[in-house]
């Protein structure tokens, strides 16, 4: 975010310190007026001061958790999007259970590395010269 977009003109080059400290009608938007209001409903005179108003956290607390409410549309494309991914990765799969695994249980069918390896033919050569 653009915090010039928020502040005053007079305030763009201000540093957030210098900002929370400010005047609340540093803010855009915000007159003289506006301030005066809020000192005397609120007894607050800086943007730090603003910010800390209960009130407005309550607000801001009660907004955000609005916003968080799913509707039953999200809950059932959540719930389908759950068992989907069940049927894909059950739970009984070992290997979803534990990544801990540490071994296999039954050795695939493999050629003896003596024979199959590409210098195979020295392996001949020094069983025969014993």
Known sequence: MNINKCVDKAYEDKCFTELADAPIDALKGVGAK??????????????R????????????AIATLADEVETEEDKAKETLLDDAIE???????????????TRIEVAPEMVAASSDH????????AVDAK
């Open 34 to 47: 506006d301030a005066e209001l809020l000192k005397k409903a609120f007894n607050i005179s800086t943007i």
């Open 87 to 101: 049927m894909t990765f059950p739970s009984s799969d070992p290997i979803s259970v534990s990544s801990g695994i």
């Open 49 to 60: 001061e603003f910010a800390d108003l209960k009130f407005v956290k309550w607000a801001t």
């Open 118 to 125: 590409q210098n195979s033919h020295t392996n001949e050569v």
